[in-house]
């Protein structure tokens, strides 16, 4: 007998068509049995906790199909509720789904699998659940479909992109160190969504790039090292007439429709006093803007209203980084680290199907920094947010001749890569600790 595997836990609330009357926390708890015949059977249970982390776990049932059996542990509450026990055994299926990979892995044993679980008519998808997904609000929404999304196909490499956790550098005699010289570093990261904060209505930032990192390469820094930081600004334009129609907007949705009523009054009494002798100038305006035709008071007076001119902050846009690098190995050894370094960028920036091929999930980002000789942050440098790798071309050919080793690789690779951050720049990035720093931040 194998160790058993226990998914993970999930509230049910019981009480009449679901109305939250008690809140039940139930996971599901599978000890795989290997026969002498070399097939598996599986035992599958039912545990309760009390609580959401796990605590006072104990097996209140074991499932044979689609039928539990309860022992003493389980309660009436449970046991003679069939809307309730429908909703664990429901719950069950799911969960087993979630570690179905970590228990059977050939066809015969997921059958096997399915069969305890009362899945035998279901496929070799992660999860068949054909239930309309509940979403009560933005967040559970999100979670519902980054669930649903599905696994990775097979194939697609989500960690290990190099080997140990040790980075792929080039080339080999790169010192690193006391007396190295500056590099510049590329960690790819295992993207991840920023979740909406229906508080605030903004979206959270994503976890520590250190704690997503999947792999590293280490390059020289090239030549032609650049960045630039762009806002928009835009022209803007309000008439008298416009901050008028504003105020009364305002007004009605602040104080009500009467108030709104009254700042029209108001307005209009400001704006005729205003006019003085050229109450005909305001008629014309108002005139021509009842018709539709706001250029009445120009083609009667030759007057235009002030636009009040001003150019007024649009928002920012996000930066965008280019690098180019010639990679000429000098030995087999790095020859095979330049081909997976190219192997690397190709493979991390490509789009992830699912196992069902319904969604395409997003590639792999890069956190990218300028390191001095000591490894640290480069202080005379920019630094980065988080970026999407855009664009990656290859060059196979860079010094125009096609030339080869005795194993097939060639003699130089010239790399080109884009890089988008995910994230604007702001003020409170450069952080305020003090007097102005010496050094360039972002």
């Not at 196909?153 to 080999?172: D, H, M, S, Y």
């Not at 000429?328 to 789009?351: H, T």
Request: glycine share 10%.
């Amino acid at each position: 007998m194998a160790d058993p595997v226990t998914s993970g836990i999930k509230s049910i609330y019981t009480g009449r068509d679901g109305l939250k009357k008690t809140q039940v926390y139930t996971a599901t708890k599978i000890t795989p049995t290997t026969l002498p015949s070399g097939n598996k059977t599986y035992k599958v249970e039912i545990v309760q906790y009390d609580n959401r982390k796990g605590e006072g776990g104990r097996v209140i049932g074991t499932k044979n199909g689609n039928k539990i059996s309860w022992n003493d542990n389980a309660s009436n509450e449970i046991k003679k509720d069939e809307k309730v026990i429908n909703r664990i055994n429901k719950e069950s299926r799911h969960q087993a789904s979630t570690i179905e990979n970590q228990l059977a892995t050939t066809s015969a044993d997921k059958s096997a699998f399915n069969k305890a679980n009362g899945n035998g008519n279901k496929g070799n998808e992660a999860d068949n659940n054909q239930d309309p997904p509940k979403m009560s609000n933005l967040n559970s929404a999100a979670s519902t479909l980054n669930a649903g999304a599905g696994k990775a196909a097979a194939g697609t490499r989500e960690k290990n992109f190099t080997a140990k956790g040790k980075p792929l550098v080039f080339p080999q005699s790169l010192r690193r160190g006391g007396d190295g010289q500056d590099f510049l570093k590329f960690d790819m990261l295992k993207y991840e969504p920023r979740d909406f904060d229906d508080k605030s209505f903004s979206f959270k930032k994503r976890s520590n790039p250190n704690t997503r990192t999947i792999g590293t390469v280490i390059l020289p820094i090239p030549g032609g090292i650049q960045d630039g930081q762009n806002v928009g600004y835009g022209d803007s334009r309000m008439t008298p007439l416009d901050m008028a129609k504003a105020n009364i907007a305002l007004s009605a949705v602040e104080e009500g429709l009467g108030a709104g009523v009254a700042a029209a009054g108001d307005a209009a009494q400001t704006l005729a006093a205003g006019m003085g002798d050229n109450k005909k100038a305001l008629a014309a305006v108002i005139a021509g803007m009842a018709a539709g035709a706001g250029d009445l008071l120009t083609r009667t007076t030759g007057a235009v209203a002030n636009p009040n001119m001003e150019l007024l902050f649009n928002g920012p846009s996000l930066r965008t980084f280019s690098f180019q690098f010639l990679l000429a190995p000098r030995s087999q050894k790095e020859a095979k680290d330049v081909i997976k370094i190219i192997r690397f960028f190709k493979q991390g920036m490509s789009p992830i199907r699912t196992k069902s091929r319904l969604f395409l999930k997003s590639p792999h980002t890069f956190q990218l920094s300028y390191r001095n000789s000591k490894g640290d942050d480069h202080k005379y440098l920019n630094k980065f947010k988080e970026c999407a790798l855009s664009t990656f071309g290859v060059n196979y050919t860079p010094n125009g001749n096609y030339s080869t080793y005795e194993d097939g690789v060639m003699t130089a690779y010239q790399m080109t890569m884009t890089y988008r951050e995910l994230n604007p720049i702001y003020n409170d990035d450069y952080g305020n600790s003090g007097p102005l720093p010496a050094e360039i931040g972002f």
